[in-house]
């Protein structure tokens, strides 16, 4: 009997393992997917605009959203009040808007691989942040283990040989939104559990509220007179879609992730999938890179391994005295039915 419970356990873990894997390299495919084909949109179908594509993104993260969730059924709906719509998810939908167009903004302008290894910056502005405008204090090694982030950041920049100022100026504006929508999701989101894909449903519509009419205003003409100059509207209004499909299974593909990995697996995955999503551009596109811009991303994306796995070593210290804190408290406390001390 415990021979075939541990041929059980072992299937179970092996079972475990595998789902793991499964899930970290489809959240890969659908992360390269999607930076790959909306660089394809931008550079082969010449196609510059980067407002309207972000809005056909949330026009299918919307449809996607509700397809899961009301039709397959795939996740139970939250239920968020009505008021807090438009106090807490409306605030967050601005910022999750302006997180996706500066993204597709940057990939207008630079390689995948300069602005992969930008965004690789968010960790030290998100710190940076909760220190200035929070006033948290953080640990002196989490300071430490950031200096390789900001020095591999700074040498992949000056000697970027497709430097173009407003793409970098977009990506690193991406990270400093990327951060504030992590630290206000802790108070705006506070009391809503949301998984990614109740996140999407609630937010996708008004990001798309919030962009198209700025899409049509801005960038109406511009679609316009790039639908008459093509041959053929049908593969590349079909790519632009897929894109937004993507987009939207990525989403889900994070949900899948979180659910079926530990912290440190999700860390390490994430910024391997930076690596993967550099080679892999580079192989298409071929975007040239210096000698030391390579070692200048190889260094940042080092620096983020190291800063995850210091916040991770730290948190772990933190709830490991904390459970010795509690069990201190129930030594010193007094047992319960115990007669009072006669004075």
């Not at 931008?42 to 397809?67: E, N, R, W």
Request: contains cysteine; aromatic residues 12%.
């Amino acid at each position: 009997m415990e021979g075939g419970k541990q041929g059980s356990g072992g299937r179970s873990g092996q079972s475990s393992v595998l789902r793991g894997i499964l899930s970290v390299l489809q959240w890969w495919g659908f992360n390269v997917l999607v930076i790959i084909m909306n660089k394809w949109i931008f550079q082969k179908l010449d196609f510059k605009f980067p407002l309207t594509v972000s809005t056909v993104h949330f026009i299918c993260s919307t449809i996607g959203a509700h397809i899961a969730i009301k039709v397959l059924q795939l996740k139970p709906l939250i239920e968020v009040n009505p008021a807090d719509r438009w106090s807490r998810i409306l605030p967050m939908s601005f910022i999750f808007c302006l997180n996706i167009v500066l993204g597709n903004v940057s990939l207008r302008y630079i390689p995948v691989s300069f602005m992969q290894t930008i965004k690789s910056f968010t960790p030290a502005t998100t710190v940076v942040l909760q220190w200035l405008v929070w006033g948290k204090t953080f640990d002196q090694r989490v300071w430490l283990s950031l200096l390789p982030v900001v020095g591999g950041i700074v040498l992949t920049s000056f000697t970027e040989l497709s430097f173009n100022i407003a793409g970098f100026l977009a990506a690193f504006l991406g990270c400093m939104v990327t951060s504030t929508k992590t630290i206000l999701a802790e108070s705006l989101l506070h009391g809503y559990n949301f998984d990614s894909i109740n996140t999407v449903y609630y937010m996708a519509p008004y990001a798309t509220m919030i962009l198209s009419i700025p899409a049509l205003l801005l960038e109406g003409a511009g679609v316009l007179k790039w639908a008459e100059v093509q041959t053929s509207l049908l593969l590349p209004v079909l790519i632009i879609v897929l894109s937004g499909v993507s987009a939207f299974c990525l989403n889900f593909s994070i949900f899948y992730v979180i659910h079926t990995t530990t912290a440190v697996t999700f860390n390490v995955a994430g910024n391997m999938k930076v690596a993967v999503a550099i080679v892999i551009s580079w192989l298409i596109f071929r975007n040239p890179i210096s000698v030391m811009n390579g070692i200048g991303c190889t260094v940042t994306l080092l620096g983020c391994c190291f800063y995850g796995y210091v916040r991770h070593k730290l948190s772990q210290q933190a709830i490991k005295q904390s459970s010795q804190e509690v069990e201190k408290m129930e030594l010193l406390s007094p047992k319960t039915g115990a007669k009072p001390e006669q004075v």
